[in-house]
């Protein structure tokens, strides 16, 4: 990569960081997780910079490729649950920053496709078509799961809400 | 900005400070352009090898492996192989190439395909007082390094076999990952074993991404790029493909189909 590329690079890095991270961190709900995908996605970002750089939507190609790292990360097999003799060694889960009836906790609720089509939909402002796009799906899938993710997290609301009430 | 916008930044607030050193990445990121650069210039040695070694094992009389039930009359069964023993890793890796070449005979660039293993450091656990692997990575398959490099039941044993390498298909490039281990076969056909089986399985059908089970009990999570299966006999087999050139066609990501994919992970013949 020649200087100026690489500085080119660094400024785009610079510029998106924050927003990378927060996306990642609406899919995965940890900060640990979201660095290392951001890193991972940065990385091939990178490593392909000189093909990718004069690509005309290239924040939707960037979200793409952090998506579809976080999904694929999702289905590796070992994620699958196992019997095991030994515990692994882990830190209990933090609570949620806006509580129990906080639009994490309900958006946590929502299977992994779900939730990236409500997250790019709803946080990245991004049009059916661009979502359908990037996640290799329909326009009306994407459709019918936003909707169906919505009236999930106004289901949750109500039912946590409900339920609170009644205590 | 739309209503929900405003909610989700309420939530995240202000990020913690990261761990994401870009100085760090762009030298991982020189590092692995030059990496990649040597393994392109080496790549015409390494695809004569690949393909004497391909030779070697089709060419080769290898043990007849038995199928985890009677083969299906849909499923495709790869040629049968004489009955003497080899290497696991060698018998799976030649019905593999016989499975591919039957069902996608217009991808090509086999001989790429590397057999790979993983490399750890073994540290002792501060809660168990045993050793537990860490940074695992990826590294080409060497036997005779293979269970000290990161020995079982963690890392590498003849239940854990792995290869990599570039496929193509009408002028583009796709890295092919796959995956053949020893796992917990749930079938998917059955009712769920407990609660947790249960929400998988309400989550994945929600997402229309439930596991299909296929013709011998095998359950299959199948798209263009990915296939998840793992069959009554314990084998799982996991395959991912990605797009090299990267030119902003992310939506073709696979040289294969999903039936493709489905019919060469459901060979009765490709099994542990």
């Known amino acids: ?167 | 900005m739309n209503e929900y916008r405003q909610d989700f930044d309420a939530y995240l607030g202000e990020p913690p400070r990261t761990s994401i050193d870009v100085d760090r990445l762009v030298v991982a990121g020189r590092r692995s352009v030059r990496v990649r650069r040597l393994a392109a210039a080496s790549g015409a040695f390494a695809c004569c090898a690949a393909v004497v070694a391909a030779v070697t094992v089709f060419g080769r009389p290898v043990a007849a492996p038995v199928p985890p039930a009677a083969p299906s009359a849909s499923a495709t069964v790869s040629p049968s192989l004489s009955p003497v023993a080899v290497e696991p890793g060698e018998r799976v890796f030649a019905v593999l190439l016989a499975a591919v070449e039957r069902e996608a005979p217009q991808v090509t660039g086999f001989a790429s395909l590397q057999r790979r293993m993983y490399e750890c450091e073994l540290v002792m656990s501060k809660l168990t007082g045993r050793l537990m692997p860490q940074n695992i990575r990826e590294v080409p398959y060497d036997a005779a390094r293979a269970a000290q490099a990161c020995p079982p039941p963690h890392g590498n044993g003849p239940d854990r076999l792995m290869w990599q390498g570039t496929l193509r298909k009408g002028g583009k490039a796709y890295h092919v990952k796959v995956e053949v281990y020893r796992t917990e076969h749930f079938d998917p056909g059955a009712p769920p074993v407990n609660e947790t089986d249960a929400n998988e399985r309400r989550i994945a059908a929600e997402n229309g991404e439930a596991p299909r089970r296929g013709p011998d009990g095998e359950s299959v999570l199948v798209m263009d790029y990915l296939v998840n299966a793992t069959k009554p006999d314990g084998t799982g087999v996991f395959i991912t493909c990605r797009d090299l050139d990267e030119t902003g066609a992310f939506m073709v990501r696979s040289p294969f189909t999903a039936d493709q994919l489905a019919a060469i992970t459901l060979d009765p013949a490709l099994h542990l």
């Not at chain 1, 924050?18 to 091939?44: E, G, N, P």
């Not at chain 1, 579809?68 to 692994?88: F, G, K, Q, S």
């Open chain 1, 1 to 167: 990569m020649r200087r100026d590329e690489e500085a080119e690079y660094r400024e785009y890095v610079a510029a998106r960081l924050d927003q990378l991270r927060r996306i990642a961190y609406l899919l995965c709900h940890d900060w640990h997780v979201a660095d290392d995908l951001v890193s991972t996605v940065l990385l091939k970002l990178f490593r392909s910079w000189r093909k990718v750089r004069a690509i005309e939507h290239l924040d939707a190609y960037v979200r793409a490729m952090l998506t579809n790292a976080w999904l694929d990360e999702r289905r590796r097999p070992w994620r699958r649950e196992r019997p095991t003799a030994e515990l692994p060694e882990t830190v209990a889960a933090q609570p949620e920053p806006d509580g129990e009836r906080g639009i994490g906790r309900l958006l946590r609720e929502l299977g992994p496709r779900q939730r990236a089509v409500v997250v790019l939909r709803f946080y990245c402002d991004m049009s059916v078509e661009e979502t359908a796009r990037l996640l290799g799906v329909s326009a009306g899938t994407v459709k019918s799961q936003s909707t169906r993710g919505l009236e999930t997290l106004r289901g949750l609301a109500v039912k946590v809400y409900s339920g609170k009430e009644r205590r």
